[in-house]
């Protein structure tokens, strides 16, 4: 099972440049979000999609945009990248259904805004 | 949101000891559910243990446990017979089980474990 699987890997970026992080899981869950991580601020929600067709904010959402293409792909647009969006991007999904699911993670893009 | 707290930025422990991180989180609700990810130098994010917060008993798989204290909003991480393979950064997550909110998870800002041999 590939389970959650994100492109790229790695990704730079000049400022003001725009860019789309993909997403796919394949274990049919419900629910997928996107998450920034930062040194000494853990991670942040920046926008979640509770089931296809809807997508909410997070907690940072300014700057991004996000794209429920179905229900395998969850899509993360920036728009006009800054350097304060330097960070590695998480994607992860939840099957939703029960109480206690965990959340299953990709395996992360380090993005760099020069 | 809610708040969880890691107080704790890194810690050390020898090979084959014990060693707990600390969790505390803020919160109004009755009934929520608590996870511990570890997120080796691959960057990949692993779940190590969760806790439904209605249960009493603590959890346990292998040589991780949990001391959850629901009156005093902590949730601590122990590992026993520390393993240099546990070398990690470790983090406390809440999810509310509150309908609305119980698709989010709100992530603590982690401990970094180093392990010594």
């Known amino acids: 099972n590939a389970g959650v699987t994100q492109t790229p890997k790695f990704q730079v970026l000049k400022t003001g440049q725009s860019m789309t992080l993909q997403c796919a899981q394949d274990m049919n869950h419900n629910s997928m979000y996107w998450y920034r991580q930062d040194p000494g601020m853990g991670l942040r929600l920046i926008y979640y999609s509770a089931s296809e067709g809807t997508t909410d904010k997070g907690e940072v959402p300014n700057g991004y945009n996000v794209s429920r293409l179905n229900k395998r792909e969850f899509s993360l647009r920036l728009e006009s990248a800054a350097p304060s969006q330097t960070s590695v991007y998480f994607c992860?999904?939840?099957?939703?259904?029960?109480?206690?699911?965990?959340?299953?993670f990709g395996n992360g893009t380090r993005l760099t805004v020069t | 949101a809610q708040t969880v707290t890691q107080s704790q930025p890194e810690m050390s422990v020898q090979e084959a000891e014990t060693v707990t991180l600390s969790c505390t989180y803020d919160?109004?609700?009755?009934?929520?559910?608590l996870f511990w990810y570890k997120q080796p130098p691959s960057r990949q994010m692993i779940l190590v243990i969760r806790?439904?917060?209605?249960?009493?008993q603590n959890a346990t798989e292998n040589r991780f446990s949990v001391n959850f204290q629901k009156a005093a909003k902590s949730f601590s991480l122990k590992i026993s017979d520390s393993q240099l393979g546990d070398a990690a950064m470790y983090f406390c997550?809440?999810?509310?089980?509150?309908?609305?909110?119980?698709?989010?998870?709100?992530f603590g800002s982690g401990t970094k474990l180093n392990v010594k041999p």
């Open positions: 997550a809440y999810r509310s089980a509150k309908g609305g909110s119980f698709n989010k998870f709100y």
């Open positions: 992860a999904s939840m099957q939703g259904t029960s109480y206690n699911s965990p959340l299953h």
């Open positions: 919160t109004s609700e009755s009934d929520y559910y």
């Open positions: 806790q439904e917060a209605y249960k009493q």
